[in-house]
Nanobody, 123 residues
């Protein structure tokens, strides 16, 4: 079992920045690929970013490339999502997820999910 707790969401103006954190507990954090998804009202949940278990490979949705950065700190069992140049269309609940296989994670088929944190970007 892996427990995931997100934090760092909030209200920010367009062009601003936020850093989301996801603290993991339970089974060995370093064995899992980690990622972030988001879900806006009335829309399906979508992949945002992912990082391999080694931290050596990262993946991004086209809509966030160049603006968002995913990273992990195995010593702290934490994964981060640095979000810069935020846009109103980034408004959503952001979910942290963990899965052994990064491709399975990217498809949204992870076994483990956090409770979500709200990000609201005003224009």
């Amino acid at each position: 079992q892996v427990n995931l707790v997100e934090s760092g969401g909030g209200l920010v103006q367009a062009g601003g920045s936020l850093r989301l954190s996801c603290a993991a507990s339970g089974r060995t954090f370093s064995s899992y690929a980690m990622g972030w998804f988001r879900q806006a009202p009335g829309k399906e949940r979508e992949f945002v970013a992912g990082i391999s278990w080694t931290g050596g490979t990262t993946y991004y949705a086209d809509s966030v490339k160049g603006r968002f950065t995913i990273s992990r700190d195995s010593a702290k069992n934490t994964v981060y999502l640095q979000m810069n140049n935020l846009k109103p269309e980034d408004t959503a609940v952001y979910y942290c997820t963990a899965e052994f296989g990064v491709n399975k994670l990217r498809r949204g088929e992870s076994d483990y999910w956090g409770q979500g944190t709200q990000v609201t970007v005003s224009s």
